[in-house]
């Protein structure tokens, strides 16, 4: 994890170089942007495993033709 953060905060200060006027303050390398809306990585995994159930409920008896 370690070695993930410091590679994020390489990129963080190679963006700050490039686009001074640019607020970096809000990026959070835990989160990660999901239909528009940026959320936990764990939370988005929750929804699409939410999602994949419901396709699976919804398929009934026409699941195994």
Sequence with gaps: ???HEKG????IRQARFFAKDLDLGLF?????VNNMVMLDEEDIVVQEEAG????VEGQ????NV
């Design 1 to 3: 994890m370690k070695q």
């Design 8 to 11: 994020f905060n390489k990129v």
């Design 28 to 32: 959070d390398p835990l989160k990660d």
């Design 52 to 55: 994949e159930e419901e396709d």
């Design 60 to 63: 009934g008896d026409d699941a």
